[in-house]
């Protein structure tokens, strides 16, 4: 099977004021949502999209605990480096920051507070990663579009116009946190200059792509689910909705793991092994199910 030549970064940098005193020791994305750590959730989108190269980039203080959480990514058949952000300078900053990574190639970024769950996710993602040039960003239906970034789009969906927390928003699609990009983004991440409170904004990389006219919007219909998990109230909402799909359907949502089993990266085995290092957790017992009905698959005896 083939996979993406695209590398992947995760900005899961920040101070989490919106969530203090529960940020005060640790990353925000380093918090559960329900059964597994935030940071879970938005590599697992990306190894969704079949990206096996993944750069981190967070403060000094939490890179650290993310390496001891993740380690080199070899264990789940992919690659993890990191990066520091010294400072909160805005989300464009992570293209500047991953420019060596990206080596002029391209990529997606995506934010580490931000979960995204529907049937036809991989399609869309898969969609996305064949586009050879521009950029593709994914819009959500809001009821209050003065929060979020904003697109404007025609009646065939082609983006009009891109505002960042509008007053008078020209429409109710947000922008979510990922972002599929060219090999260009890097150098224009370079071209922009901070916003009035000082951040190096994405809607300004965004902007660039659709004045070239190579701006391209894929919207995540009704049926899909996306959680920007900044927020305490956001945080329970997103965890009691994993945990309901999970009790409910006794699948778990954004299983790394799992997906990298299934992309043929890691075997059976060396799942069963990672399992038996926590064997009485709980997620090591749903890893064991897991390999056990892909072995039976694979026999011809399966499921």
């Known amino acids: 099977m083939n996979w993406s030549d695209r ?8 101070l989490g004021t919106r969530l203090h005193p529960l940020t005060v020791a640790t990353s925000k994305q380093l918090l559960p949502v329900y059964d597994k750590p935030m940071i879970y959730y938005p590599i697992s989108t990306l190894l969704l999209a079949g990206i096996r190269d993944v750069l981190l980039i967070s403060t000094p203080q939490a890179l650290p605990q993310f390496r001891e959480l993740l380690g080199d990514g070899s264990e789940w058949g992919m690659k993890m480096s990191y990066v520091e952000q010294e400072k909160p300078s805005g989300i464009a900053e992570a293209l500047i920051l991953g420019e060596e990574h990206l080596a002029g190639g391209p990529g997606v970024l995506i934010l580490g507070d931000n979960i995204f769950f529907g049937n036809g996710l991989t399609g869309m993602l898969r969609a996305a990663d064949q586009r050879t040039s521009g950029a593709t960003i994914f819009s959500y239906r809001v009821n209050d579009p003065s929060a979020y ?6 009646l065939e969906g082609k983006a009009l116009s891109l505002e960042e927390k509008p007053r008078l928003p020209a429409s109710n699609l947000a922008v979510t946190g990922l972002y599929f990009y060219d090999g260009k983004a890097s150098s224009i991440a370079r071209t922009i200059t901070p916003s009035a409170r000082g951040e190096l904004e994405i ?23 996306w959680f920007d998990a900044g927020t305490v109230e956001a945080l329970l909402d997103a965890a009691d909705f994993i945990r309901h799909i999970e009790l409910r359907q006794g699948l778990k949502v954004s299983c790394p793991e799992e997906i990298c089993l299934n992309n043929g990266w890691i075997s059976p085995d060396e799942m069963e092994a990672l399992a038996g290092r926590r064997p009485n957790a709980a997620y090591s017992q749903y890893l064991q199910m897991v390999a056990a009905e892909v072995r039976l698959r694979n026999s011809g005896s399966g499921l």
């Open 7 to 14: 590398k992947g970064i995760v900005l899961a940098g920040g």
């Open 203 to 225: 809607t300004s990389v965004n902007q660039k792509y659709l004045e070239l006219g190579e701006l391209h919007v894929t919207h995540l219909y009704r049926g899909f689910s």
């Open 149 to 154: 970034g904003i697109v404007a789009v025609d």
